[in-house]
């Protein structure tokens, strides 16, 4: 074999996980790696040539896309190793109509009741109606991605000239093939690899698989009251509306987990709520005024690992963290949950409850009394019912069914949901880059001409939240100030852009004094690394959004609660902020002898693996190799009979001459 053709970079991996239950997208490669002749697989035609016994075994088909179906990939998994050894995928939207590989019940199993969740069988009474589940998938080969256009066409190129014709009689002849090398360690579920990797039990340190962990990150309205070291216990009079959203998101794929419609758009709504409620509610009306709780839950992609941990840290009275010198919050302290779920449309707004409270029937009709005031093109509608969606607020009534929470989504309609072209394109996201030209951190007037794109639809979402939650703080009509004001769409512009495009962004500059930002999105995959990116950037922003500028120097604004940021222009300024941020790691990982089967937490773990890496190679026809072979064998055979020969006569050939020659005394010293 000859594998000096060609080296195949811009190789993305399958992410391999596992719970207590089941191994999600479990791949196994074998030592030395998978390798397999190159198949383009574009059509039914090329699906059902591999389908029917075809002469050249394994192969490793080239997928497209749209033929990325759970149907074909199920039939490819079905042949065996023996004849499919691994799958590229390679980027392609031609003809692309959905792509989601998500169950139609995302976080099934962590849910209120397991009786009322919805049935992946019935797409139109689901969650996600265009999933199809292979994220659940065992694979027995490695699964790439390619998506660079160059290395895309190599291995295009090299198959349509080696492999692509006179299908039938392919062995006669040398074939494009590629090597795959991604050996995943993970072994089984969650407690059979947390077993294994238990460095007490085991002689050879060796660790197969890490818990997925992060931080969520919070911050208050109003700043709250600090207490001695030995006074943190929580006070009942102390009320919270706690308004939550998930920014996290999943993939099939490393690396790529961009989440555009499924996790930012409601990610960047909540964080437009709370850039305008803090313009417009600087500080309490009324001393009774209710506090807002913001908190921003990473892992909820994965049984809500965290919702469940902030739940957990609750109920034991350890939220927030003592060193934070305030008082705890408990679960009784909140009045009312706002769930921001997925917001597909921005049109409709479900507002979803499992229990009848008053708040949720006066939610819903103020949100259509502003949304008629100001003609949003809003509709909010009550979805009284114990089949909720998949959002954080499950964590909060599985503990207290009757607990009061609401969760705000839209109808489902993100045809590529947790995929890896769930990005600015399906978003029809376009950077209008106007933030230059003027201080988008201030409300703007929504009486002004706007644009039918997505920045505008979602600075009338977070404005009109706001509005609603500014009437349920207060009581009282907005000051005739702010009656015309909203959420500036310039910011919301500037945050798709940081979190969609490129990490070297207005935004992000103004809050870091980094002059070397890197130019990719930060990642949002809650992983196994604590410190990523985008948990870092959710806590600037949140900071930046919550603070109240303050007059003190850079050298005065070191240590929180204040934070120096270099602000607009790069001309610095100190905020008292108000944010902080906890762990969200499954309390499954922190219970001493936990039961992995008692399906009470999050248990969700990464595979550790190897580098990954690919090369191509000219494969010899079988003609050719059983050639060698056969030319190899008689070699050998010959070899073998030649020193036969050699060795019976070696008396002969190798005899001993009688030398007449005197042998010289030895030298004296």
């Not at 998978?34 to 059902?48: E, I, M």
């Amino acid at each position: 074999m000859h594998f000096h053709l060609c080296i195949i970079i811009g190789l993305v991996n399958f992410v391999v996980l596992g719970n207590s239950l089941r191994t999600k997208d479990k791949i196994y490669t074998k030592f030395g790696g998978s390798s397999g002749v190159l198949h383009l697989l574009r059509s039914d035609a090329d699906l059902k040539f591999l389908l029917e016994k075809p002469p050249s075994p394994p192969y490793i088909p080239v997928i497209v896309p749209r033929m990325f179906t759970r149907e074909n990939i199920l039939k490819l998994k079905d042949l065996g190793t023996s004849v499919i050894n691994g799958i590229i995928l390679i980027n392609d939207r031609t003809s692309l109509d959905t792509f989601s590989h998500e169950s139609r019940c995302p976080n099934q199993y962590g849910g209120l009741l397991l009786k009322q969740t919805c049935d992946v069988d019935d797409p139109q009474n689901s969650w996600n109606p265009f999933g199809t589940d292979l994220m659940n998938v065992d694979f027995d080969f490695p699964i790439f991605y390619v998506f660079q256009d160059g290395e895309i066409k190599k291995l295009v190129n090299c198959t349509e000239k080696f492999n692509n014709f006179d299908m039938e009689n392919q062995h006669y002849r040398s074939l494009c093939s590629v090597e795959i090398n991604s050996l995943m360690s993970a072994a089984g579920s969650t407690a059979t690899c947390m077993r294994r990797s238990d460095l007490v039990r085991n002689l050879v340190p060796t660790k197969y698989c890490d818990p997925l962990k992060g931080y969520n990150v919070y911050g208050t309205l109003f700043e709250r009251e600090q207490v001695d070291d030995d006074d943190h216990a929580s006070d009942p009079s102390e009320k919270f509306i706690l308004v939550t959203t998930r920014t996290d998101t999943s993939s099939l794929f490393d690396g790529f987990y961009r989440g555009a419609m499924s996790s930012l758009v409601p990610f960047a709504t909540l964080m437009g709520v709370a850039q305008y409620l803090n313009a417009v509610l600087p500080k309490r009306i009324d001393r009774n005024n209710s506090n807002v709780l913001f908190v921003f839950f990473n892992g909820e992609s994965f049984d809500y690992i965290g919702s469940q941990r902030f739940v957990f840290d609750m109920q034991r009275n350890v939220f927030p963290a003592n060193k934070t010198h305030q008082r705890q919050i408990n679960m009784e302290n909140i009045e009312l949950m706002i769930d921001i779920g997925t917001l597909d449309d921005l049109r409709t707004l479900n507002v979803y409850h499992p229990s009848e409270f008053s708040a949720a029937d006066k939610f819903r009709e103020t949100i259509n009394a502003y949304n008629s005031a100001h003609r949003f093109g809003i509709t909010a509608i009550d979805k009284f019912q114990a089949n909720l969606p998949p959002f954080s607020a499950q964590s909060f009534l599985r503990v207290n069914e009757s607990f009061p929470a609401m969760i705000l989504t839209g109808e489902p309609k993100n045809r590529f949901y947790q995929s890896i072209y769930d990005d600015a394109q399906n978003l029809n996201f376009t950077y209008m880059n106007r933030s230059s030209e003027l201080d988008f951190m201030e409300l703007e007037n929504i009486t002004l001409p706007g644009q039918d794109n997505v920045q505008y639809k979602i600075r009338n979402m977070s404005t009109l939240i706001g509005m609603v939650l500014y009437d349920f703080i207060t009581g009282e009509e907005l000051p005739s100030e702010f009656v015309n004001m909203g959420v500036n769409v310039d910011f919301v512009d500037e945050f798709l852009h940081c979190f969609l495009v490129t990490s070297n962004c207005t935004l992000f500059r103004m809050l870091s004094d980094d002059t070397n930002l890197p130019e990719y999105p930060p990642i949002r995959y809650i992983g196994v690394n604590t410190g990523n990116e985008a948990f870092l950037w959710t806590r600037e922003i949140t900071g930046f959004v919550l603070g109240k500028k303050v007059e003190k120097s850079e050298d005065e604004c070191k240590y929180l609660p204040y934070r120096w940021y270099s602000g607009v222009n790069g001309s610095g300024e100190c905020k008292l902020t108000t944010h902080n941020y906890t762990e969200a790691i499954s309390p499954a990982f922190l219970i001493p002898e936990y039961d992995w089967t008692s399906n009470n937490y999050s248990t969700w773990t990464e595979s550790t693996w190897s580098e990954i890496s690919a090369r191509m190679y000219l494969r010899p026809s079988t003609s050719h190799e059983a050639f060698s072979f056969a030319t190899g064998f008689i070699v050998m055979l010959i070899s073998f009979v030649l020193v036969f020969l050699i060795n019976s006569r070696s008396d002969v050939l190798f005899a001993d001459s009688t030398s007449t020659t005197p042998i010289a005394p030895p030298a004296s010293c």
